[in-house]
């Protein structure tokens, strides 16, 4: 080793070009290795990014609270990659992206109070709403019962009157009541979407729904207008006719379209770090494909990721697919 002269630490980095590349597992753990940032003060940024590190409305495993920093540090491979490469090919989509160019801005976690859920509601739709006036924001939980105050957050923030949902989900999320949660669980949330002032069930698409639903499931799918494409559609007529047809049937008649995207869509032998799994679900190359398309469609405005639970998955998969996911739609949506 020679000996550097300490006090001039800036000939350190003249004499090795590395020492400016940051690694993937160092630095600032924000989404993409964006810069930190605060909600009240955004800049116009491309993207806004926020945590909600929440499970209180869950119905099985908990987890989900440690899902934003898990997503966030898997993420950071991309934001490393692109760096040191100076921009990137996608080899699947074929689209040459540098994301350093892409403005990203990480608010950090919004307050969530675990004991109070109606809190928590509150602010993670004030902390939305503020990122939605200003950038494509995207909300990284947390269990599933956060869309609905983040869905209700985005379509105040953006100025929306009416808003389309597509939702890609092992369950559907309708439950009226539960004897054990009431009416406000991770199990509602998309009732709570319907029944909110800024859309209505026949603005909702359900991609991956799979597993148990209530005993009159298809004959309340029929009655209210749903639309709903289970895995057995998925398998029969493709993933890519599912989704475009998903996405026009949700922004029709609407303002804009929200996307929100449960890891437990996804077969849990791929992504097993979530609180509810559920078998025979989306491979990784299919789930891949979903954000590939989405993020292509102009009408879709803003995004979530739920449930991933990181400490049900040893082996880090699920959050690195998680982050994947959320990487490759802001690639389609940013990069042309």
């Not at 993207?47 to 409305?57: E, K, M, N, R």
Request: aromatic residues 10%; hydrophobic residues 35%; charged residues 20%.
């Amino acid at each position: 080793m020679t000996d550097p002269d300490w006090r001039s630490i800036g000939d350190f980095y003249d004499r090795y070009d590395g020492a400016s590349v940051e690694m993937a597992y160092s630095g600032p753990k924000t989404f993409l290795k964006g810069e930190p940032g605060d909600v009240r003060t955004l800049d116009d940024p491309d993207v806004a990014v926020l945590g909600v590190p929440y499970d209180g409305a869950l119905s099985n495993r908990p987890g989900a609270r440690y899902g934003p920093d898990a997503v966030r540090r898997a993420s950071g491979w991309w934001a490393y990659l692109s760096g040191y490469k100076g921009g990137l090919t996608n080899v699947n989509t074929g689209a040459a992206v540098d994301f350093s160019d892409l403005t990203v801005v990480d608010c950090g976690d919004v307050p969530v109070f675990p004991m109070d859920r109606g809190q928590t509601a509150e602010s993670i739709y004030a902390h939305v709403a503020a990122a939605a006036e200003r950038a494509f924001p995207v909300t990284i939980g947390g269990d599933h019962y956060c869309t609905y105050p983040a869905f209700c957050g985005f379509a105040a923030g953006s100025s929306s009157s009416t808003v389309g949902l597509v939702q890609i989900d092992a369950h559907s999320d309708t439950v009226g009541r539960s004897p054990k949660f009431g009416e406000h669980f991770h199990g509602s949330s998309t009732r709570l979407v319907a029944e909110s002032p800024y859309s209505n069930y026949e603005h909702v698409s359900q991609v991956g729904i799979r597993g148990y639903e209530s005993a009159n499931f298809f004959q309340f799918v029929d009655e209210t207008g749903l639309t709903c494409y289970t895995m057995r559609d998925v398998r029969e007529r493709g993933i890519e006719e599912v989704v475009r047809a998903a996405v026009d049937a949700a922004a029709e008649d609407t303002d804009g379209v929200y996307v929100t995207f449960d890891i437990d869509a996804v077969d849990p032998g791929v992504a097993p770090g979530t609180g509810t799994p559920e078998p025979g679900g989306l491979s990784a190359r299919q789930a891949l494909r979903v954000v590939e398309i989405l993020g292509t469609r102009e009408c879709v405005q803003g995004v979530d990721l739920m449930e991933v639970s990181p400490t049900y998955d040893p082996t880090n998969s699920t959050q690195l697919l998680g982050a994947s996911l959320l990487v490759t739609l802001l690639e389609r949506r940013f990069a042309e």
